[in-house]
């Protein structure tokens, strides 16, 4: 059964400072790990997506992925109000649909 | 990417009553997903749903309260059957894209449904 589970949060941080948001999977099988962001009342929307050990960075945004501790993180630097939403991180196993977590919802004080 | 819509976009519909959700894709697409998201909840997957086969249901979903059709490959409907307040949810749209680097997903707009 392939499980994704992150801290349902909420996660409150001040403008300008880092947010941290952390997902571990249960699936050794896992190739790659996607987040997404959704303002409430929208649909998700794809941030990045990450397939190789190490970090990924795109702008203010950085994925980290630990294949060995099953592991992936999103890192958003410079934290603004409009990033205040939930985070779902996802994964795929082989073709099949991608699993979520249950998010992490994000607030960030002005 | 991909651009994809649904309709209704909402809608408000009484107990025992049935709503079919469209879903369209501006490209051609193997593989379309039905998700719900109850209140405050995650994504949960509900089918899969490929041209010219039956749609796949997960763990917990049965067409006969979730029929689902795929006549080409940009095109599908959910229909959600008997309809009771627990089928209250954002009912989403999603496929599978080839991008430059690897598969993504993308979702559609969300239908949302109250029942009465």
């Known amino acids: 059964q392939k499980e994704v589970e992150q801290n349902s949060g909420p996660l409150s941080v001040p403008e300008g400072a880092i947010a941290s948001l952390n997902c571990t999977y249960s699936d050794r099988g896992s190739q790659s790990f996607f987040w997404y962001r959704q303002y409430s009342g929208k649909s998700p929307e794809l941030i990045m997506f990450i397939y190789s050990n190490g970090d990924k960075e795109d702008g203010r945004f950085t994925a980290q992925l630990n294949k060995a501790s099953q592991y992936v993180s999103l890192l958003i630097r410079d934290s603004q109000p409009s990033d205040s939403a939930t985070y779902l991180c996802?994964?795929?196993?082989?073709?099949?649909?991608?699993?979520f977590g249950k998010g992490t919802r994000l607030s960030v004080i002005a | 990417s991909a651009v994809i819509s649904q309709k209704p976009s909402r809608d408000i519909c009484q107990r025992g009553t049935s709503l079919t959700i469209q879903c369209q894709v501006d490209?051609?697409?193997?593989?379309m997903f039905w998700y719900r998201q109850q209140p405050g909840q995650s994504l949960t997957l509900i089918a899969t749903a490929n041209q010219g086969s039956e749609a796949t249901y997960e763990s917990g979903f049965v067409i006969d309260k979730f029929p689902i059709s795929r006549p080409n490959l940009t095109f599908s409907t959910l229909t959600v059957s008997n309809l009771s307040p627990e089928d209250s949810s954002i009912y989403l749209c999603s496929v599978w894209v080839r991008d430059t680097a690897t598969d993504t997903q993308y979702f559609g707009p969300g239908t949302r449904l109250t029942v009465l």
């Open positions: 996802a994964s795929p196993t082989g073709n099949t649909p991608l699993v």
């Open positions: 490209s051609q697409v193997t593989m």
